[in-house]
């Protein structure tokens, strides 16, 4: 059973930084591909980054390029999203997710449709 659950969430003031935790079971990153999204209240659910598990190869949304950075831990079935230079248009609920789909084992997306499998997903809140 694919299980993903979300850490690291929290307020934090403008300019600061945050490191979210997926701690994933029931799949490996050598057949699963994994993203993370964000959803701010109204707002429809977005694609910040995720991971290409055939190379590692990395992709970032425009608005936290250069900002936010996406690794994985395979020994501890974790991925991560450190978030740097926090701005209040981060405020968002984020969520991890997992896509069993074959092609993304070989190319990059973030698109929802394509994930398949989603974490609760954890609050950040970016305020002074």
């Known amino acids: 059973q694919v299980q993903l659950v979300e850490s690291g969430g929290g307020l934090v003031q403008p300019g600061g930084s945050l490191r979210l935790s997926c701690a994933y079971s029931?799949?490996?990153?050598?057949?699963?591909?994994i993203g993370w999204f964000r959803q701010a209240p109204g707002k429809e659910r977005e694609g910040v980054s995720c991971?290409?598990?055939?190379?590692?190869?990395?992709y970032y949304a425009d608005s936290v390029k250069g900002r936010f950075t996406i690794s994985r831990d395979n020994a501890k079935n974790t991925v991560y999203l450190q978030m740097n230079s926090l701005k209040p248009e981060d405020t968002a609920v984020y969520f991890c997710?997992?896509?069993?789909?074959?092609?993304?084992?070989?190319?990059?997306?973030?698109?929802?449709?394509?994930?398949?499998?989603w974490g609760q997903g954890t609050q950040v809140t970016v305020s002074s």
């Open positions: 997710a997992a896509s069993s789909s074959v092609s993304l084992l070989f190319r990059l997306s973030v698109s929802p449709d394509e994930y398949d499998s």
């Open positions: 029931g799949f490996s990153l050598d057949y699963y591909a």
């Open positions: 991971i290409k598990s055939s190379d590692g190869d990395t």
